[in-house]
């Protein structure tokens, strides 16, 4: 299947997208679901935002780790880059502009949601990679070209994360920083895989930014 995710739901939740003045693409993490992910966008209560939230075929966007060649990872980190795509246009579509859109993700989802905007870069409302980072055996900044115009963007992880390389966090900050994003990077002292209070705060306002 080359298109593994594309017969998934988009979730919605928060303020309907035809009244909202801004939006949030919500991507969860392996194993989640779309569902899992939205209840942390009810966490932040920020009113007037439209949380958008792309669904993985078996809960899963690809099926290696996202420091693993990126062709072992194909179909599904395209067909991801597509779903999350097609939230972004889900909130476009209905009058807000991107530079009014947040993308969010955690663990994959934060892998996921910071490659598409890496390689699809304009002025978004903001990025905020909980628990992630750019995807690929290797990260070579030449591969990312564009300009982020200052869009607001959130690398946050633990430093000793079973799972995210700590090198490759500042990997990924570096690029956005090449890209012209405003770029805040915080690894956590001994956290677990897991999103803190900090990082939920820092995300607030991040989207209290984007209604007021």
Known sequence: MSDPHGSQPLVTGGTPVAEASAA??????RGATARSILRMGAEFGVEGVAYLAPQAARNTWY??????????????????????????????????????????????????AS???????RRYGGMAALSGGLIGERIDPDDYAGDLAGTPVFFGCSDV????????????????????????TRLYEGM?????????????????????
Not at 75 to 92: K, M
Not at 115 to 121: D, Q, T
Not at 192 to 203: K, L, M, Y
């Open 24 to 29: 949030a693409v919500l991507v969860h993490g």
């Open 63 to 112: 099926p290696n780790p996202f420091t693993a060649p990126v062709e072992s990872n194909e179909p599904g980190r395209s067909s991801g880059l597509d779903a999350v795509a097609e939230a972004v246009s889900e909130a476009t579509d209905a009058g807000i502009p991107p530079e009014r859109v947040l993308l969010l993700g955690f663990s994959q989802g934060a892998c996921l």
């Open 115 to 121: 490659e598409f905007v890496a390689r699809s870069p």
């Open 161 to 184: 994360d079973p799972h995210i390389p700590a090198e490759r966090v500042h990997e990924s900050a570096a690029v956005f920083e090449r890209l012209e994003g405003d770029v805040t």
């Open 192 to 212: 677990g895989h897991t999103v803190n209070a900090d990082e939920r705060e820092r995300v607030r306002a991040m989207l209290s930014a984007l209604v007021d």
